[in-house]
């Protein structure tokens, strides 16, 4: 059931992201020993895309019960793209040679064709981060505004009562209408439902920031002193633009690479580096790392040579033209 749940939902234009998640592994007695992708297993993802499917599956049926009898609820709602971010999206996809056009993106069965078609490609991870960046937060109103990640016309969160409170707030409704109760009609006395659709929405937010905050800690400490692979152990490194190489760098007007004024040399979104751990800021929860030689040939000049890192992956988010900016982590697909 869940399977053709799954391929109906996806055949109707829903989003399909492939994104990392970071699972911070501790010791008995609460050291972080580890940062790890979580499990790729395909028994494991088999089983949470069956937990998936059936939950999508009652949060849309409450849903569309909710409208077609025009009673008030907290809906999970997700707006199309911003064009503006489409447009460095498409540059970045054009430099890949899987060229698009921005009108695709503004379709939901368009785009999940567009990022079917990156499955294979070897700079997939950066396009799902860069499509992520380019979508619009998903949040909760009494408006609903359907669903643009799930192609749906009508969605909520019901299925987790006890743990958000939308949830609860919907499941009140629900109850309410079962039961023959007065239940509030729409635009007339649902203010108090904005108000905690507002309250929810931004709590949300919190949540997620501090989220990100204690994983970016526990990478920071687990760094200390450490050579890494990003990705075993599962983390970001921020490289500054003087420690790319002896010359100068700047980035490009799309922000899409950085060049050395001098040389031309060019670093993409997705390229790899070698490079060393040269700090590991606990405080600012950041991990410093330096370029130890050029994949062209020739290594930093004037500079102490170092042991020999691990292979890793260099965002430009990584690289501001000023002074470094430490973006935070992509947040997780609007379709949870």
Same mark, same amino acid.
């Given at each position: 059931? *869940?399977?053709?749940?799954? *391929? &109906?939902?996806?055949?109707?234009?829903?989003?399909?992201?492939?994104?990392?998640?970071?699972?911070? #592994?501790?010791?008995?007695?609460?050291?972080?020993?580890? #940062?790890?992708?979580?499990?790729?297993?395909?028994?494991?993802?088999?089983?949470?895309?069956?937990?998936?499917?059936?939950?999508?599956?009652?949060?849309?049926?409450?849903?569309?019960?909710?409208?077609? &009898?025009?009673?008030?609820?907290?809906?999970?709602?997700?707006?199309?793209?911003?064009?503006?971010?489409?447009?460095?999206?498409?540059?970045?996809?054009?430099?890949?040679?899987?060229? +698009?056009?921005?009108?695709?993106?503004?379709?939901?069965?368009?785009?999940?064709?567009? /990022?079917?078609?990156?499955?294979?490609? $070897?700079?997939?991870?950066?396009?799902?981060? /860069?499509?992520?960046? *380019?979508?619009?937060?998903?949040?909760?109103?009494?408006?609903?505004?359907?669903?643009?990640?799930?192609?749906?016309?009508?969605?909520?969160?019901?299925?987790?009562?006890?743990?958000?409170?939308?949830?609860?707030?919907?499941?009140?409704?629900?109850?309410?209408?079962?039961?023959?109760?007065?239940? $509030?009609?729409?635009?007339?006395?649902?203010?108090?439902?904005?108000?905690?659709?507002?309250?929810?929405?931004?709590?949300?937010?919190?949540?997620?920031?501090?989220?990100?905050?204690?994983?970016?800690?526990? &990478?920071?400490?687990?760094?200390?002193?450490?050579?890494?692979?990003?990705?075993?152990? +599962?983390?970001?490194?921020?490289?500054?633009?003087?420690?790319?190489?002896?010359?100068? +760098?700047?980035? *490009?007007?799309?922000?899409? +690479?950085?060049?050395?004024?001098?040389?031309?040399?060019?670093?993409?979104?997705?390229?790899?580096?070698?490079?060393?751990?040269?700090?590991?800021?606990? /405080?600012?929860?950041?991990?410093?790392?330096?370029?130890?030689?050029?994949?062209?040939?020739?290594?930093?000049?004037?500079?102490?040579?170092?042991?020999?890192?691990?292979?890793?992956?260099?965002? $430009?988010?990584? #690289?501001?033209?000023?002074?470094?900016?430490?973006?935070?982590?992509? &947040?997780?697909?609007?379709?949870?």
């Amino acid at each position: 059931l *869940s399977r053709l749940l799954r *391929s &109906r939902r996806l055949k109707r234009g829903a989003l399909d992201f492939d994104l990392p998640d970071a699972k911070v #592994v501790l010791d008995e007695k609460g050291n972080v020993v580890d #940062v790890a992708k979580r499990s790729q297993d395909p028994g494991v993802k088999k089983a949470y895309q069956l937990i998936e499917e059936l939950m999508l599956l009652a949060n849309e049926t409450v849903a569309t019960w909710l409208v077609g &009898r025009n009673l008030p609820a907290i809906f999970r709602i997700h707006e199309a793209p911003d064009e503006a971010k489409l447009e460095r999206l498409a540059a970045f996809s054009e430099q890949a040679g899987m060229p +698009f056009d921005i009108d695709e993106a503004k379709d939901p069965k368009a785009l999940a064709r567009v /990022l079917k078609g990156w499955v294979d490609h $070897p700079a997939a991870s950066v396009f799902h981060m /860069l499509l992520l960046r *380019s979508m619009k937060q998903a949040s909760y109103d009494v408006v609903n505004l359907g669903h643009f990640g799930l192609a749906s016309k009508a969605y909520l969160h019901f299925t987790s009562p006890i743990r958000r409170y939308p949830d609860l707030v919907v499941h009140r409704v629900v109850h309410a209408a079962l039961l023959g109760e007065r239940v $509030p009609r729409r635009d007339k006395d649902d203010e108090a439902l904005r108000d905690a659709a507002l309250a929810c929405s931004t709590a949300e937010r919190r949540a997620m920031e501090v989220e990100r905050g204690v994983v970016d800690l526990h &990478r920071a400490i687990l760094m200390q002193g450490r050579i890494v692979a990003i990705d075993s152990p +599962f983390v970001d490194v921020l490289l500054r633009f003087e420690d790319l190489a002896a010359e100068p +760098f700047e980035i *490009s007007d799309d922000g899409l +690479f950085a060049y050395g004024v001098r040389s031309g040399e060019r670093i993409a979104l997705g390229d790899r580096l070698v490079v060393a751990i040269t700090d590991a800021a606990v /405080l600012r929860r950041t991990v410093y790392g330096r370029r130890v030689a050029h994949l062209g040939g020739y290594a930093d000049e004037g500079r102490p040579r170092r042991r020999r890192a691990q292979v890793v992956e260099a965002p $430009p988010r990584r #690289v501001a033209k000023q002074k470094p900016v430490r973006e935070a982590a992509p &947040r997780r697909a609007p379709s949870r």
